[in-house]
């Protein structure tokens, strides 16, 4: 069975501090991709990044940076230099061959100016 | 590229009648697409899988007589809730897949009053 899991339900941060989401993950399988996705109060899934199992270099795209580590089954996201936008529900989601995504329960982020 | 276009994006229908929602990938071939459904402030929960010309395959609790899924096309599964009740109030979410990415619409949000 598959499960991913976000143990910060909700974090708040001002304006222009770092925030890192934690995400674990469970899974028998060799080959999977793990994902990250931004869902604002509009409701809709951005989609942020996607990284399989065999590629554990971190990757940075603007503010945003993650960290896969493998052997201990996480695939945390930090926001550099926060701004009000970044507030949202961050969730990060496993998928592996069977194509079937299971999503962590969410992190609401929550930016102050 | 990888667009996925969810309508309607909000309605509200009396109890008793049936609600359509399509789910559409602009500019891919969706091989299988994925209905979800979301409590506030809850995560996704995966309500079933659909590939084209197939019959969905319904998640444990689900009932396929309630949530009708049709996926007729390579770009186009429809959801129809039949004899909508106040509790189907939720946010539903489609999301297509061509086995390499997982893209959303922006989900429908519907009301039953």
């Known amino acids: 069975a598959q499960k991913v899991t976000q143990a910060q339900t909700e974090i708040s941060v001002v304006e222009k501090e770092d925030v890192t989401l934690d995400c674990v993950y469970e899974?028998?399988?060799?080959?999977?991709?793990l994902f990250w996705y931004k869902q604002p109060p509009s409701g809709e899934l951005v989609f942020l990044i996607r990284?399989?199992?065999?590629?554990?270099q971190n990757e940075i795209s603007g503010r945003y940076s993650w960290n896969f580590q493998k052997s201990t089954s996480s695939f945390n996201f930090t926001i550099t230099a926060s701004q009000v936008v970044d507030s949202a529900v961050y969730f990060c989601?496993?998928?592996?061959?069977?194509?079937?995504?299971?999503f962590g329960g969410g992190t609401r982020v929550l930016v102050k100016p | 590229g990888a667009v996925v276009s969810q309508h309607p994006s909000r309605v509200i229908c009396k109890s008793g009648t049936s609600v359509k929602i399509e789910c559409r990938s602009l500019?891919?071939?969706?091989?299988?697409m994925f209905w979800y459904r979301q409590f506030p402030k809850q995560s996704l929960m995966l309500m079933a899988t659909?590939?084209?010309?197939?019959?969905?395959?319904?998640e444990q609790g689900v009932e396929k007589d309630k949530f009708l899924i049709n996926h007729a096309s390579l770009t186009l599964s429809t959801l129809t809730v039949t004899s909508a009740h106040p509790e189907d109030s939720s946010f539903y979410i489609c999301?297509?897949?061509?086995?390499?990415?997982?893209?959303f619409g922006q989900g429908t949000r519907l009301t039953v009053v």
């Open positions: 999301s297509a897949s061509d086995g390499r990415g997982a893209f």
């Open positions: 899974t028998r399988d060799t080959t999977y991709y």
């Open positions: 990284r399989n199992s065999f590629d554990e």
């Open positions: 989601a496993l998928r592996p061959a069977g194509n079937k995504l299971t």
């Open positions: 500019d891919f071939q969706a091989t299988t």
């Open positions: 659909s590939n084209e010309g197939s019959k969905a395959t319904y």
